[in-house]
């Protein structure tokens, strides 16, 4: 049967097998009603005989109703119904215990018992099937008993040879007999029948869920692959913008006769796309530190009303430059948290403030945006939310945004508004890490407010901290600097930067440079350190600088940012570090500060 089969996969195998089953278990079913109905009609057939013979007789009229009857139930089989089966169970009951038991040939008894018994356990089950013939065995011996002693008189011819007792009791065992083979064998073979159909249809359902499972795996990877798609497709896209930027007022800035406005805009504009260009590899870098639980966060004291005052001024004067941006910012403290030093990671915090009002600015084509800082129910939460009246998000959208790679508006084609996806992912991110969370509230359309919190620790208020130090005339004349730098570009940025401070440099490309440099008695006051350097590590050379002449500051400037590798440095004797990309103010600060407090 199954060789015919188309070929299946492996449940709809299992669904073939049962179904083969069925079909078997219906074809049996059938071939015992065919057979009680042949029985049925040589019953009849012999009654008719009789009846030619001996004319009617009650087993005649029970024969030709039972005749009928195997016949309808094998017709009707298919849709019988309860009250069918009720009265059919009724008839063969009442005639198997009365009717039948008024006639006692020597044919017709096993007969009638196995008819009725097939009956009854087919329709009704081995249970009843045993009640019938017991009812049977019972009836028929009393009437045989009551006949034998005389209380009983039948008006009716009989066969002689029927009412002989070895051929009563004969026909009481062999029927009864018979019908118990056939009643226990159907019972065993249902038995079988059904705990095998279970067993398959626990292992059918099994296969079903784990099919179903494996549906939705390969739906999730589908999904993933198509992101996986989207998103490099908008990382190229996010990259080479500024790169673009970047490489081509890069070439124009190399023209000779540039008049000064045009070099300073070129200036300006190479140097945001680069911000833009390293916010997008820190995105990056980011959602997979945060993905592989390395985010490490950097506590320290924060207060609130500064940060978001300078929050506010940095993007209020980035709004000014942008002639087309007809947004207007805003920004709401309550009372309770002006003055409040909190204890948290600053730079994070920023990062996911900064994210916010990015996207609110850059999802409100004309409008206001507003940040709000309140002090929540509880007293150790803060309350921030940025609004916006913008674009909004669908409602089907709002689950997914925060999603990494995920953005409202996923149809390439239709993007005008860039963006990677992972800004909110990693807000979410570093407010799981800080023990707060994050939402939002949108109407598309009409606008969203993304609403966060941050649980904090209140630490006294310690003297204010101090505002970045103003750019100051740094004259170092007399100090020298070795930039230890093996990319030449950065060396001679290095250099660049600190020309306005007239510092002596010397430069060194190799940790064997600094080796001659300093045997040629050339000894710096500070030493810039490249932590990779090509033949030799920087933490090593640094410890040898360290040794030999103790007085000397080194500076680690790596490329590395996290805590282990600047605590790395710090070990290893290097008394600061400034990470890349450098930025002038901060190196110059921390130079500043080290020759200031007399580390030589
Ligand atoms: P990106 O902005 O780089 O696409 P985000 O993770 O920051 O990535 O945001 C994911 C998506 O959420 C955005 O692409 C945008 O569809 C939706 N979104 C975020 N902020 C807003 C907002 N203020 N208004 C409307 N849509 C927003």
């Not at 932590?531 to 590395?560: C, F």
Request: charged share 25%; glycine share 4%.
């Amino acid at each position: 049967m199954l060789k015919n089969r188309k070929i299946h996969k492996p449940n709809q195998l299992f669904l073939a097998v049962a179904d083969d089953l069925y079909t078997i278990r219906n074809q049996i079913i059938d071939t015992i009603y065919l057979f009680s109905c042949i029985f049925g009609t040589f019953a009849f057939y012999s009654s008719i005989i009789r009846f030619t013979k001996l004319g009617i007789q009650p087993s005649f009229l029970y024969n030709c109703l039972l005749f009928i009857l195997v016949w309808s139930v094998f017709l009707l089989r298919k849709k019988i119904s309860m009250i069918w089966k009720a009265s059919i169970f009724f008839i063969l009951f009442f005639m198997s215990g009365v009717l039948l038991n008024i006639t006692f040939t020597v044919i017709s008894g096993p007969i009638h018992f196995i008819l009725v018994s097939t009956l009854t356990t087919l329709i009704f089950g081995w249970k009843l099937g045993l009640v019938t013939i017991g009812f049977t065995i019972i009836t028929r011996s009393l009437i045989a008993v009551l006949y034998a002693r005389g209380i009983l008189s039948l008006q009716i011819n009989f066969n002689e040879y029927a009412l002989a007792t070895p051929a009563l009791l004969s026909t009481i065992v062999g029927g009864a007999f018979s019908a118990l083979v056939i009643v226990f064998a159907i019972d065993k073979f249902y038995a079988w029948l059904i705990t095998a159909l279970n067993t398959l249809k626990e292992k059918n359902d099994e296969l079903a869920v784990k099919n179903s499972e494996l549906v939705a795996a390969i739906q999730k990877a589908e999904e993933n692959d198509r992101l996986k798609s989207v998103f490099l497709a908008n990382m190229s896209h996010e990259i080479r913008t500024p790169m673009n930027a970047i490489i081509g007022f890069s070439n124009f800035l190399a023209r000779p006769n540039l008049s000064q406005d045009r070099r300073e805009r070129y200036s300006e504009l190479v140097q945001e796309r680069s911000y833009d260009l390293l916010r997008i590899i820190e995105d990056i870098l980011d959602i997979s530190k945060i993905e592989n639980r390395q985010l490490k966060l950097e506590f320290s004291e924060i207060h609130l009303d500064t940060l978001l005052v300078e929050i506010f001024e940095y993007y209020n004067l980035k709004l000014k430059k942008t002639d087309v941006s007809k947004v207007v910012l805003k920004l709401e403290i309550s009372e309770n948290i002006k003055e409040l030093a909190i204890s948290s990671d600053k730079q994070r915090l920023m990062q996911v403030i900064n994210n916010l009002l990015d996207n609110a600015i850059k999802f409100t084509p004309k409008g206001e945006v507003v940040l709000k800082a309140k002090l929540g129910k509880t007293d150790s939460v803060i309350e921030f939310s940025v609004s916006d009246s913008g674009i909004g998000i669908p409602e089907d959208k709002i689950d997914i945004i925060f999603d990494r790679f995920r953005q409202a508006d996923e149809s390439l084609a239709a993007r005008q508004y860039g963006g990677s996806g992972l800004g909110l992912s990693i807000s979410k991110g570093i407010l799981e890490l800080l023990g707060g969370k994050i939402w939002v509230e949108s109407e598309y359309g009409k606008g969203s407010t993304f609403n966060f919190t941050l649980p904090f620790q209140k630490i006294e208020v310690s003297e204010k901290l101090s505002k970045k130090g103003d750019l100051r005339n740094r004259n170092w004349i007399d100090k020298r600097v070795l930039v230890v730098e093996d990319d030449l570009a950065n060396s001679e940025y290095l250099v660049e930067l600190l020309y306005d401070t007239k510092i002596q440099v010397s430069k060194a490309m190799t940790a064997n440079e600094v080796r001659k440099l300093l045997k040629n008695k050339q000894k710096p006051d500070i030493v810039l350190m490249d932590i990779r350097l090509p033949d030799e590590s920087g933490i090593v050379l640094t410890k040898e600088i360290k040794k030999q002449y103790p007085k000397v500051i080194v500076v680690a400037q790596t490329a590395y940012a996290s805590k282990e590798d600047q605590q790395e440095c710090i070990d290893a004797g290097c008394s600061d570090f400034i990470t890349k990309p450098i930025d002038q103010e901060n190196l110059l600060n921390v130079i500043e500060s080290l020759l200031n407090s007399g580390q030589q």
